[in-house]
């Protein structure tokens, strides 16, 4: 089985432009989170999905959104982006959104900002 | 809430030699911990999972973990390391909402021929 898939790998974009990563969940998992990781730093939780309703959000800016599509995959917007925005974008899916659920993550999308 | 310490940004071992990697938690006791491992370009992969009850988890790769309330630690080790071990780790726990992850700083391992 296909694990979770992100795209794209790579992005460079400039500042004040906005953003978009894709995140496909492993088959038959029903809970999408997002995560932020900084060079030199653990992840940091942005947002978590389940059954398409948001279940958690991370202390992150408005500026920051995203939403789970009915087959269960889904998209990070980041509007306005930051010299601070830069960095790699995890994505991780899970068969239910409770805590004991394992998370599975992606490869992850780094970003740059320039 | 519930908070992660990872001690050590950076552990070097020689290869064969006993691998520590140290983590503490704060708060209540969660219920579950876990240990990821990150290598290069890569995402996190589980190495291991503690549940209520099982004190003395064992992962993939050789590696083991202790949870120890008296001392609300929850340390990696596994005493041999290979050069393949070389990788970052992380310590996580469950934080407020959902079944989101506080993750520690990580840990850095080099492993030295």
């Known amino acids: 089985d296909a694990g979770v898939t992100q795209s794209p790998t790579h992005l460079i974009k400039t500042r004040g432009q906005h953003v978009t990563l894709r995140c496909s969940p492993i088959?038959?998992?029903?809970?999408v989170s997002w995560y932020q990781q900084v060079l030199g730093q653990g992840p940091q939780f942005i947002f978590q999905?389940?059954?398409?309703?948001?279940?958690g959000r991370g202390n992150f800016p408005d500026r920051f959104s995203a939403r789970q599509f009915p087959n269960y995959s889904s998209e990070l917007n980041v509007n306005a982006l930051l010299l601070g925005d830069s960095a790699l974008y995890l994505c991780?899916?899970?068969?239910?959104?409770?805590?004991?659920?394992?998370?599975?993550f992606g490869a992850g999308t780094r970003l740059s900002v320039l | 809430a519930q908070s992660v310490t990872q001690l050590g940004s950076h552990v070097s071992v020689s290869e064969g030699a006993l691998v520590l990697l140290r983590c503490n938690y704060s708060s209540s006791v969660p219920p579950y911990l876990f240990w990821y491992v990150q290598y290069p370009n890569q995402g996190l992969q589980l190495l291991l999972k503690y549940t209520t009850g099982a004190t003395l988890v064992k992962g993939i790769n050789g590696f083991e973990a202790e949870f120890k309330k008296s001392e609300t630690s929850f340390h990696l080790t596994k005493p041999s390391a290979h050069m393949s071990d070389a990788a970052e780790y992380f310590c996580a726990a469950p934080g407020d909402a959902g079944n989101m992850l506080t993750f520690g700083g990580g840990t850095r391992l080099m492993v030295k021929p």
């Open positions: 088959s038959g998992h029903k809970s």
């Open positions: 991780a899916s899970s068969r239910q959104g409770e805590a004991k659920n394992i998370q599975y």
């Open positions: 999905y389940y059954e398409k309703e948001e279940r």
